[in-house]
């Protein structure tokens, strides 16, 4: 098993920042790619941004292309999503994922795992 822990959410401004952070503990060998989803109030829950075993290949939703940037810290066992120029519709549950293959984690086949989710509330 592997668990997610995440943290970094909060209010912030339109145009604001936040950063969140993601730990993976347990089985790590088990896991290669790490990535955020997302789910608003009344919506679906969303891809958000992934990034591959070693940071080479990264995907973001068009929604968050140019404002996100994932990255990772395998040290740590830590990924990151450093979210700029925020606005009120990014405003919802974050949840950390983790998936043996990329690709799958992508498309969103699964994860294998999640996290607990963290909130992120936008608004003036």
């Known amino acids: 098993q592997v668990q997610l822990v995440e943290s970094g959410g909060g209010l912030a401004q339109p145009g604001g920042s936040l950063r969140l952070s993601c730990t993976a503990s347990?089985?790590?060998?088990?896991?290669?790619?790490m990535g955020w989803y997302r789910q608003a109030p009344g919506k679906q829950r969303e891809g958000v941004s992934c990034?591959?075993?070693?940071?080479?290949?990264?995907y973001y939703a068009d929604s968050v292309k140019g404002r996100f940037t994932i990255s990772r810290d395998n040290a740590e066992n830590t990924v990151y999503l450093q979210m700029n120029s925020l606005k009120p519709e990014d405003t919802a549950v974050y949840y950390c994922?983790?998936?043996?293959?990329?690709?799958?984690?992508?498309?969103?086949?699964?994860?294998?795992?999640w996290g607990q989710g963290t909130q992120v509330t936008v608004s003036s």
């Open positions: 990034i591959s075993s070693r940071g080479a290949s990264t």
């Open positions: 347990g089985r790590i060998a088990s896991v290669n790619a």
């Open positions: 994922a983790a998936d043996r293959d990329y690709r799958a984690l992508v498309a969103g086949r699964g994860p294998d795992y």
